[in-house]
C-alpha cells in the first residue's frame, strides 16, 4: 500500500472519528410546552417587515416565529446540514392562498350538523358528518382535536397523482435517489364539482394511497397501498408487494411506524405528515401563532433539480435547504397544536408526540415538530407547498394530502436528511393510466403491478 493511500485511509478516519464525537455532542430537547406557547401570537404587532434578510447571524431576532425543528437547525444541532455562514431567508409580503370555493360552501352547509363524540378510551368520533371541514371554525376546549378532524377531512380532490423525486442523506453524504409514484383515489366525502359526495362503488372506503417505485432498479416495483375505511376508528390496511416474490402482503398495523423505502419518512408520515387515524389521537390547541414558511412561486424553478444533481445551485448544499433564490419566505397565521397517541394504543408507537403547526387559510401542515417515544425531540418535517391548478375548477390551491411542491425531513438523532420534490395532477389531469380504481385502488391491483 503506498503512503499516498495509508493517508488517505488515515485522513478518512479522522474525518469519521470527528463526525461520530461532533454528533454525540449534540443535546436534544425533551418535548417543552412552554416553547410552543412562547412562540409569537397571531393577534400581537410581533412582525418582520417584508425585504428583512434573516441569516446565520441574526436569527435569534426571530425564533419567535419559528418552529423548534428550524430553531435546531440553526443553532447548528443536524451536524453535515447545518446551514453555512452565507445561510440567508429573505421575508416576502403574506398572499392569500384560499381553498376551492366549492369544499368552502360545503364547509358552511355541513359543518353545523356535525358532531363531536368522546369516546371512553380518550379518543372522538364524528357525528352527522358529509363532507367539506367538518369545523370550519374550532373553538372551544376541543379546539385541538377538531383541527386534527379538519385535517383529516381537509379538501383532496376525488383523483390525485403525484411523480416524487427524493433524496435520502446519511451524515457521511452518502446518497440514494428513488422515483415514485403515488395515486389517490378519495372515494367518500368528496366536494370537487359536479361530482357526488360518495362515489358509487366506494363501499364504505374513503380514501386509498398507492406508492409504486420506479427508482432504483433494485426496488424498482415495490409497491405500499393503504386503505383508509369510511369509519375512521377501523384499522387502515397496509399493503406491499414484494416485486422478488411476485405477490402482496398484508401487512400489521404497526408497519404504520415502518420506513417506506429505506428513508426516514413513515407511513402515517404520507400525506405531508398527517396520515393519522384520528380517534387513536389526543390532541391538545398550544395556540394561533405567526409562523414564517415558504410557499413556492415557479413550479419550473423549484424542480428543474428534483432528480438532485450534485450541487443545485438552488440549495444550500450538502444539504436541500432552499436558497434566496427560489423564492420569499412569509409570515403566515397557524393552529399550533400538540397530538399523542390515546394512552391505551401509545406503547410500541414510533412518535410520543406530533406538534403540527396548520396552516389557519389552507387547514394543511406548513410544519411538523417530531417526538420520540420518550418525548425527545427527533424528526422535522418541511411541506413547502407550490400552489397547484385544479382544471376541475380553474382554481389554485395547496390544500392537503396530493400536492406539489417540496418537502423535507430531517432526522436530529441519526442526522439524516430526506428530500422530495412533488409534481401533482388533479383531476381532469390525472393521465388516463392512473385513474383506474380497481387499478391503483384496491388489493387486487397489486396483482398487476410487474404487468
Not at 419559528?66 to 416576502?92: C, H, N
Not at 392562498?97 to 355541513?110: C, G, T, V, W
Not at 411476485?246 to 400489521?252: A, P, V
Request: aromatic share 16%; proline share 9%.
Amino acid at each position: 500500500m503506498s503512503r499516498l493511500s495509508r493517508l488517505t485511509i488515515l485522513v478518512f478516519g479522522l474525518w469519521v472519528l470527528t463526525s461520530a464525537w461532533a454528533n454525540a455532542q449534540v443535546t436534544l430537547p425533551q418535548f417543552d410546552e412552554h416553547f410552543y406557547q412562547s412562540l409569537a401570537p397571531a393577534d400581537s404587532k410581533a412582525t418582520i417587515p417584508p425585504g428583512t434578510v434573516i441569516n446565520a447571524q441574526n436569527w435569534q431576532q426571530y425564533k419567535q416565529f419559528m418552529p423548534m425543528g428550524l430553531q435546531m437547525l440553526l443553532a447548528g444541532k443536524l451536524p453535515t446540514f447545518s446551514p453555512p455562514p452565507d445561510f440567508q431567508m429573505i421575508v416576502g409580503p403574506t398572499q392569500s392562498y384560499p381553498l376551492p370555493r366549492k369544499f368552502i360552501a360545503d364547509s358552511e352547509k355541513y359543518s353545523a350538523q356535525v358532531k363531536l363524540v368522546h369516546q371512553a378510551d380518550g379518543g372522538t368520533s364524528l357525528q352527522g358528518y358529509v363532507t367539506g371541514l367538518p369545523f370550519p371554525h374550532p373553538s372551544g376546549p376541543d379546539e385541538g382535536i377538531e383541527l386534527l378532524w379538519d385535517n383529516y377531512y381537509n379538501w383532496q380532490p376525488h383523483i390525485g397523482q403525484i411523480d416524487t423525486w427524493s433524496q435520502a442523506t446519511d451524515k457521511y453524504l452518502s446518497r440514494s435517489a428513488t422515483r415514485v409514484t403515488c395515486v389517490h383515489f378519495k372515494q367518500m366525502h368528496i366536494s370537487d364539482p359536479d361530482l357526488p359526495p360518495n362515489m358509487p362503488d366506494a363501499h364504505g372506503i374513503f380514501l386509498t394511497e398507492n406508492c409504486e417505485v420506479w427508482e432504483p432498479e433494485q426496488s424498482k416495483y415495490v409497491t405500499a397501498l393503504q386503505v383508509f375505511y369510511d369509519d375512521p376508528a377501523r384499522v387502515a390496511e397496509n399493503y406491499a408487494f414484494i416485486p422478488a416474490l411476485r405477490r402482496s402482503l398484508r401487512l400489521s398495523s404497526a408497519a404504520r411506524c415502518s420506513p417506506f423505502a429505506g428513508g426516514d419518512f413513515t407511513n402515517d408520515d404520507f400525506r405531508n405528515g398527517m396520515n393519522l387515524q384520528v380517534p387513536l389521537f389526543q390532541s391538545r390547541f398550544l395556540g394561533v401563532k405567526k409562523i414564517l414558511t415558504m410557499v413556492f412561486p415557479n413550479r419550473d424553478f423549484y424542480f428543474s433539480y428534483a432528480q438532485g444533481a450534485n450541487k443545485p445551485p438552488q440549495y444550500y448544499y450538502p444539504s436541500y435547504i432552499p436558497r434566496p433564490g427560489v423564492g420569499k419566505w412569509q409570515l403566515r397565521d397557524m393552529y399550533v397544536f400538540d397530538n399523542r397517541r390515546i394512552p391505551s394504543q401509545r406503547v410500541g408507537y414510533c412518535y410520543g408526540d406530533r406538534v403540527i403547526f396548520l396552516d389557519k387559510e389552507q387547514f394543511a401542515p406548513q410544519w411538523l415538530d417530531l417526538y420520540d417515544a420518550n418525548l425527545k425531540f427527533w424528526k422535522f418535517y418541511w411541506n413547502l407547498y407550490y400552489p397547484e391548478l385544479f382544471p376541475d375548477s380553474g382554481e389554485r390551491t395547496f390544500g392537503s394530502g396530493t400536492t406539489g411542491g417540496f418537502f423535507l425531513m430531517q432526522e436530529f438523532q441519526n442526522t439524516h436528511e430526506d428530500a422530495a420534490w412533488q409534481i401533482a395532477h388533479w383531476g381532469r389531469d390525472v393521465p388516463p393510466t392512473f385513474r383506474d380504481y380497481s387499478r391503483w385502488g384496491t388489493p387486487a391491483g397489486l396483482l398487476q403491478v410487474m404487468q
